[in-house]
């Protein structure tokens, strides 16, 4: 706002003045936008941090009660110049630091929420009859089921030493993948 005309003293003084203030006002503004960055920067430092301590235990294997943080530092301090070459990239925004900080964790669910799927498919199904002895397919008698409804083997098919006894009167049930005699029972 440049004046075009000549003004008076008093009217320069009130421009200068509303100047000032604009320019205070603008400082004020600056430092408060510098403060939010900085705390947002924390933060998201905070978020690396963060990330970065969970990836050492997930690799590691270890709980954080157990991670030798002076060991830690003193291996991290050995490959320091292999981990620069392999793990920094070229500059970025703080944002873009974030973004890509976020993918990354975005990617370890994926990878975490497979894992568990994976898990769940390997996993034996407790559904499923557990392996052990079959009765032959033409059998006309009905067996007795547990309350899963699986097969509950006659007490003459084995005994808890493994000898045939049909006198064995121990109820048996499929625990894993052997049979095991139920707990709790004398």
């Given at each position: 706002?440049?004046?075009?005309?000549?003004?008076?003293?008093?009217?320069?003084?009130?421009?200068?003045?509303?100047?000032?203030?604009?320019?205070?006002?603008?400082?004020?503004?600056?430092?408060?936008?510098?403060?939010?960055?900085?705390?947002?920067?924390?933060?998201w430092r905070t978020d690396l941090a963060h990330t970065l301590g969970e990836t050492v235990l997930t690799v590691t294997?270890?709980?954080?009660?157990?991670?030798?943080?002076?060991?830690?530092?003193?291996?991290?301090?050995?490959?320091?110049?292999?981990?620069?070459?392999?793990?920094?990239?070229?500059?970025?925004?703080?944002?873009?630091?974030?973004?890509?900080?976020?993918?990354?964790?975005?990617?370890?669910?994926?990878?975490?929420?497979?894992?568990?799927?994976?898990?769940?498919?390997?996993?034996?199904?407790?559904?499923?009859?557990?392996?052990?002895?079959?009765?032959?397919?033409?059998?006309?008698?009905?067996s007795a089921t547990d309350a899963g409804g699986t097969a509950i083997p006659t007490t003459d098919s084995v005994t808890?030493?493994?000898?045939?006894?049909?006198?064995?009167?121990?109820?048996?049930?499929?625990?894993?993948?052997?049979?095991?005699?139920?707990?709790?029972?004398?």
């Amino acid at each position: 706002m440049k004046p075009t005309k000549m003004k008076s003293s008093g009217e320069l003084e009130e421009y200068i003045a509303e100047l000032k203030e604009q320019l205070k006002q603008a400082k004020l503004d600056k430092r408060e936008a510098l403060a939010r960055e900085q705390k947002q920067a924390r933060e998201w430092r905070t978020d690396l941090a963060h990330t970065l301590g969970e990836t050492v235990l997930t690799v590691t294997g270890c709980d954080w009660t157990r991670l030798d943080l002076e060991a830690l530092r003193e291996w991290l301090v050995d490959h320091a110049g292999e981990m620069q070459t392999l793990l920094v990239g070229p500059e970025r925004t703080p944002e873009d630091a974030h973004d890509a900080l976020i993918a990354f964790r975005r990617g370890q669910a994926a990878e975490v929420k497979q894992e568990t799927q994976q898990a769940e498919v390997d996993a034996p199904q407790e559904d499923a009859p557990a392996a052990g002895p079959t009765e032959p397919e033409n059998n006309t008698e009905a067996s007795a089921t547990d309350a899963g409804g699986t097969a509950i083997p006659t007490t003459d098919s084995v005994t808890a030493d493994g000898n045939d006894n049909e006198t064995q009167d121990t109820p048996w049930t499929p625990q894993g993948e052997s049979w095991q005699p139920q707990q709790g029972w004398n």
